[in-house]
Every structure is written in C-alpha cells, then in structure tokens.
C-alpha cells in the first residue's frame, strides 16, 4: 500500500522509493500460520529461504540455525501438520528468520500456544534483540508480555496511535493507579469535590453505556432502573486517596455499590486512555 502522506525509511532506505531494499531487511511473522502444512519444518524453511535469495551452503547454515532457535532441530523433518499449535507457531517464526533480518515484525505471535512454547517464544524475542542486536516490532493485546518484553510502546484504539513512549514512564503517569467507584449518585459538582481531596489528580464521570435497539419486529425493552453512576478517580496516594473518597462520600450520604481499583500496571494505562467498552 502507498502511503497516503509522509514516508519512513528502513536502514536508511526510503519506503516510497526503495520498497525493494527496504524488504530485505525486513522479517514478517503473521498472526495466520503461513506454512506449507504437508511440508517438513526444514522443507517449509528451505522455501522461504529461497524467495530471500538464499541458496547452497548459505541457505541450509541459515536452517540449521533457526531451526536452533526455535527448538525444532529434532522435529526437523516431520511434516508441519504432525506438530502442535505451539510448535507450529514456532515454525511460522523461523520463517521469518532464516534471512537473518534487522527488523523483525511479530504479529501476535502467542495466540493460542501452550505455556511451554509461550515462554520460549518470548526467551527467543529477548535473545534476537540482545545477542544478535535485531530490532523486533512486536504487536499483541496482553500488556504483560509489552511489559517483559518491550523498552516502548505504543497504544493504538480506533486506528490511532494515543499513547506511545517508554514502557515505565507510561506506567508512571497512573501515579498510584486508578479507582472505579460505582455511586448510588454521582453528578459533575461531586466529581469536582472528589478531585480536590488530597492525593486525588482527578475525578470524572463515566459514560454509561447505551441500550442496543431492538431487533426487527420486536418491541422495545422495557427500560431497566440504573444499577448506579461510576466514576473514574485517578490516584497519587492510595492510602491517603482512599480514606479521602470514603470520608466525603459518607459525609454526603453518597451510597458506594462497588469499587474496582486499578493497579499501576501497562493494562490499567490502557484502560485509562482507551475507556473499559468493549470493542468490535
């Protein structure tokens, strides 16, 4: 696809003009397996190897190697729809590897492996970026593997980019984490109260969410009595925040239903900047 405005260059080469250069750097590991199943691991590799250019001496040093990495080497010859999920995840891996490229896309390359292939998978991203100096993309929805893995990020929702930079200093803007009351009444002077109690950096209501319509030829439903108002409380100090909240919300006879706090993790950003609705 050609870019709508803007370039980037990869090691230098621009992406417009030398999309050609650009790719040989480049390794890819789709999210799909891409593999010839009725095809070995090393015949699957071999291929791949080939469409880079490789060939001889050359292209079965770089097999052996990622074969290697991805713990196959004794799996090697069987064919790819003998192996399990992880195993098979690990294959797509290597094909992305055997040209030995500088930068490396991962797309959610964990999706419904075992923990045992998870684990290496991740040890294999580490040791790529450590000991062999490779820069990896690495694209997935558990903030847990962003946090082991990665020394930045960024937080993509409705196709744009909303937050991006260091891992820790993400983090780090959610002070002490964030608190989730649901009130039996919650209006905008009460947020403006529950900001200016110490070691709170603000309070804001959050929006309820609407009613889906009803479906052809049925009637709407009937209407169904809020179960209470929430609102989002941002922390600098749990301890001292929280007897704050529940002092005022006591004083001013407010009803808590439920509370739901927050730890400062990379999740809790990311519910921070992209709101807890589900998404398509």
């Given at each position: 696809?050609?870019?709508?405005?803007g370039t980037a260059t990869i090691g230098g080469f621009d992406i417009r003009t030398q999309m050609g250069e650009a790719k040989k750097l480049n390794g890819l590991v789709p999210q799909e397996l891409a593999l010839y199943p009725t095809l070995s691991a090393r015949a699957n590799l071999t291929f791949f190897g080939g469409v880079y250019g490789l060939s001889g001496r050359a292209l079965k040093e770089r097999v052996d190697d990622v074969l290697h990495i991805v713990a196959l080497t004794d799996r090697?010859?069987?064919p790819v729809e003998t192996y399990s999920g992880g195993m098979k995840r690990r294959?797509?891996?290597a094909a992305g590897l055997v040209h030995r490229p500088r930068l490396l896309f991962l797309d959610e390359p964990t999706v419904g492996v075992d923990p045992q292939s998870r684990h290496h998978i991740f040890d294999s991203v580490l040791r790529l970026n450590r000991e062999r100096g490779m820069s990896i993309i690495y694209t997935t929805h558990y903030m847990e593997e962003v946090e082991l893995l990665c020394s930045r990020a960024a937080i993509i929702d409705m196709g744009k980019i909303v937050a991006i930079g260091g891992v820790k200093e993400m983090i780090g803007v959610l002070g002490e984490g964030v608190i989730y009351l649901t009130l039996g009444r919650a209006d905008d002077a009460i947020c403006t109260e529950l900001a200016g109690l110490p070691a709170v950096s603000g309070a804001s209501l959050v929006a309820q969410p609407l009613a889906a319509p009803p479906a052809p030829g049925e009637e709407p439903a009937a209407a169904k009595p809020a179960a209470g108002q929430q609102v989002k409380i941002e922390i600098?100090?749990?301890r001292t925040a929280l007897a704050g909240i529940f002092n005022?919300?006591?004083?001013r006879n407010v009803q808590v239903v439920s509370v739901?706090?927050?730890?400062p993790n990379l999740e809790s950003v990311f519910l921070h900047l992209t709101g807890k609705k589900l998404r398509e």
């Open positions: 696809l050609k870019p709508t405005s090697a010859d069987e294959v797509n891996i600098e100090d749990s005022y919300l006591q004083t739901e706090i927050l730890e």
